[in-house]
């Protein structure tokens, strides 16, 4: 991390960045759905499921460019701003993510595989395999036990 850089809990006043970061990077992330899905999700995300959940986001010159969010032992968001991404913020987030719980698990996209390399590179492992409900698409499980 630079000077520059911060990881800190999220208030209500980071939520329009936070959700067009996660917007953003979803939809390049995942260009095997269609963009109107993840434009679908924008109301459910800012009313259930980041209130539901414990956000940290990452700033850079005061700036939020990245989150990761926790619901119990499950990290259900990390997401990097596309400009930012390659620049080592998901591995800092990740980081962060695990000094927070003892084991953490987390699901991916088979298709998205930038993602599940870096979650392989990160320490997580493939425990199972499922198809998200709400696309159809498959998805690993994965998790680590490592702090």
Do not use: C
């Given at each position: 991390?630079s000077?520059?850089?911060?990881?800190?809990i999220?208030?209500?006043?980071?939520?329009?960045?936070?959700?067009?970061?996660?917007?953003?990077?979803?939809?390049?992330?995942?260009?095997?759905?269609?963009?109107?899905?993840?434009?679908?999700?924008?109301?459910?995300?800012?009313?259930?499921?980041?209130?539901?959940?414990?956000?940290?986001?990452?700033?850079?010159?005061?700036?939020?460019?990245?989150?990761?969010?926790?619901?119990?032992?499950?990290?259900?968001?990390?997401?990097?701003?596309?400009?930012?991404?390659?620049?080592?913020?998901?591995?800092?987030?990740?980081?962060?993510?695990?000094?927070?719980?003892?084991?953490?698990?987390?699901?991916?996209?088979?298709?998205?595989?930038?993602?599940?390399?870096?979650?392989?590179?990160?320490?997580?492992?493939?425990?199972?395999?499922?198809?998200?409900?709400?696309?159809?698409?498959?998805?690993y499980?994965?998790?680590?036990?490592?702090?």
């Amino acid at each position: 991390m630079s000077a520059s850089d911060m990881i800190r809990i999220w208030t209500p006043q980071d939520t329009d960045a936070v959700l067009t970061i996660w917007l953003s990077a979803s939809i390049q992330a995942h260009d095997f759905i269609e963009a109107t899905f993840w434009s679908s999700q924008v109301d459910a995300m800012r009313t259930l499921y980041l209130p539901a959940s414990e956000v940290y986001v990452f700033e850079r010159d005061a700036v939020v460019v990245g989150f990761h969010a926790l619901h119990g032992d499950n990290l259900a968001a990390l997401f990097v701003a596309p400009a930012f991404q390659g620049q080592g913020i998901g591995s800092q987030l990740i980081a962060h993510a695990k000094s927070q719980r003892t084991e953490l698990s987390l699901s991916v996209y088979q298709e998205n595989q930038a993602s599940y390399r870096f979650y392989l590179a990160q320490g997580f492992g493939v425990v199972s395999e499922q198809t998200d409900q709400h696309t159809g698409h498959r998805e690993y499980r994965m998790r680590t036990g490592s702090r």
